[in-house]
């Protein structure tokens, strides 16, 4: 058997470019299936933070294909999703996407693989810029490599749980949560909405999308720390660590790490019961 290679040739060409129109109709759809409470969101007046996941959709998957070996490209599992927002996604505009794999790294159990997407307004400037890591389990393909740009870190500090939280926010994921969520973010994989192949692929069942429980978490910041003000919030990082199921209650708890550049840094981890299902949480929020 030939021995699985990633293709460096692939790394840092940049997709066609994808457009998508933003109608406060979807805007609200999204907001109203990560059962958002901020009236800003469900009225569609603006995009909440993870709702720039579906200008970009499109184009988060075509780079990673001309890098990644298509052996073990079925392994693949989204791993972190780190947004960086210049504005506001706005009713009525035109969005313009485009993505590109930006490096790899080996691991003792996979490979570890960047995308890059940046999202653009019609007038040319930047919306919001994404680091989507993909993991691809088993097989390291990348021959114990680190190649390129892996985007900027956001693991936890430890230290900060010798510190009282500055909030947790206990919240609940409905019985029908992916049937909402699949249509208003554009994502259909039948994990999340099938539970024959869920049980098929090993899970007990349909587990709810990694990035509705991420918007889960935005909102618990937003409505804690940033008085639902959208527009504070910088930088929005997490890695996906284990499925939530439906029906099942999430705690996120939030520490404060520091200030720069009136800028206030905080972490938080969300869990389900003693489980963390996502970590290396980081959100910057302008004071």
Known sequence: ?????????????????????????????????????????????????????????????????????????????????????????????????????????????????????????EDGELVNHQYVTMFFRGEDASNGKTVGELGSDHKFDEALRAQAPVAKVVQHVDDDQTFRYAPASGDPVPLHLDDAVAKDAGLPGIIAHGLCTMAFSSWAVLTELADSDTSRLKRLAVRFSKPVLPGQDLETTIWRRDAENGVTTFQFETRVGEDIVLKDGLAEIAD
């Open 1 to 121: 058997m030939a021995e699985l290679e990633f293709n460096d040739e692939g790394l840092n060409v940049w997709t066609e470019d994808e457009r998508f129109e933003v109608t406060r109709e979807r805007i609200a759809e999204y907001a109203a299936a990560t059962n958002d409470p901020i009236a800003a969101h469900r009225d569609g007046d603006h995009g909440s933070p993870v709702f720039a996941i579906v200008p970009v959709f499109d184009s988060m998957i075509d780079p990673a294909v001309e890098v990644v070996p298509l052996e073990i490209f079925g392994r693949g599992l989204h791993g972190e999703q780190d947004f960086h927002f210049h504005r506001l996604i706005q009713p009525g505009e035109t969005l313009t996407s485009r993505a590109k794999m930006v490096g790899y790294e080996g691991l003792p159990n996979g490979t570890r693989a960047v995308v890059y997407v940046e999202c653009r307004g």
